[in-house]
């Protein structure tokens, strides 16, 4: 057990509790906004049942990480599908809205949860099992430590984004925004697209503001293009 308690792998512990506090947010924004349609006392619930289904689906995804590090085209499909959600998350509500069944509106938020944390994940899951990897023993004490550590960072954070999406509703923008972000940034990090592009952080940040920036436009686009919602009575 002395070799736990080394350099290297609590530098190990480190890097993943970093990782986690960074990428963490990122899904705590996709919980809150996906639950900010439900009713109060539903809202825990979503965030409940959509983190501990995204906390299975890492944890399968952790089986493959390595190998997903270099499947070409992976990284494009989830940045097609982060724009897809962050387009979605903007659309202004339908008019039968109130129609919904709590129930229904629940589960929707938690498919919609466990979608875009499944997309989100790569890089989290990749990125801890990297930092394991780099520990050399103990890599699966590592990886099951740094996903307990996500947890709570991601329900905590998801509640904190709620009540601040309440007071400043332009956060879902915002939020959207940063869904297309990261998917500019996945789609330049692909494998199959590195032969393609120039290899300078300049332009990953330039990926990363066309993703933020597409989602807002289709956002904007699909909200003007919308019908009015029809006068309450």
């Known amino acids: 057990m002395d070799d736990i308690f080394t350099a290297t ?3 190990a512990v480190g890097q993943i509790i970093l990782i986690d506090i960074l990428l963490g947010g990122d899904n705590a924004v ?3 906004l996906a639950c900010r349609n439900l009713p109060p006392e539903q809202r ?3 965030i409940i049942y959509g983190t501990a289904g995204a906390i299975v ?3 399968i995804l952790i089986a493959f990480a390595l190998t997903l590090l270099t499947v070409p085209y992976l990284k494009l499909v989830g940045a097609v599908l982060l724009i897809w959600i962050g387009v979605k998350l903007l659309m202004p509500e339908g008019e039968d809205a109130h ?3 709590p129930s229904d509106k629940l589960w929707g938020a938690v498919k919609t949860v466990i979608v875009a944390d499944l997309v989100m994940s790569v890089d989290n899951v990749l990125a801890i099992a990297g930092a394991a990897e780099a520990a050399g023993k103990h890599q699966l004490e590592l990886v099951i430590f740094g996903l307990l550590v996500s947890i709570p960072i991601i329900v905590a954070g998801s509640q904190i984004v709620l009540k601040l999406m309440e007071r400043f509703p332009y956060i879902i923008t915002l939020g959207g925004m940063l869904l297309g972000w990261i998917a500019g940034q996945m ?3 692909d494998p199959a697209l590195k032969p393609f592009i120039p290899d300078a952080k300049i332009w990953e940040y330039v990926a990363c503001v ?3 920036l597409l ?3 289709i956002g904007k686009w699909f909200a003007r293009s919308a019908p009015p919602a029809a006068p309450s009575h």
């Open 99 to 101: 129609n919904i069944t």
């Open 215 to 217: 989602v807002l436009a």
């Open 30 to 32: 996709v919980i809150a």
């Open 57 to 59: 689906l890492r944890v």
């Open 187 to 189: 789609a330049y990090t």
């Open 44 to 46: 825990k619930w979503g």
């Open 9 to 11: 792998f609590m530098l």
């Open 210 to 212: 066309a993703g933020a």
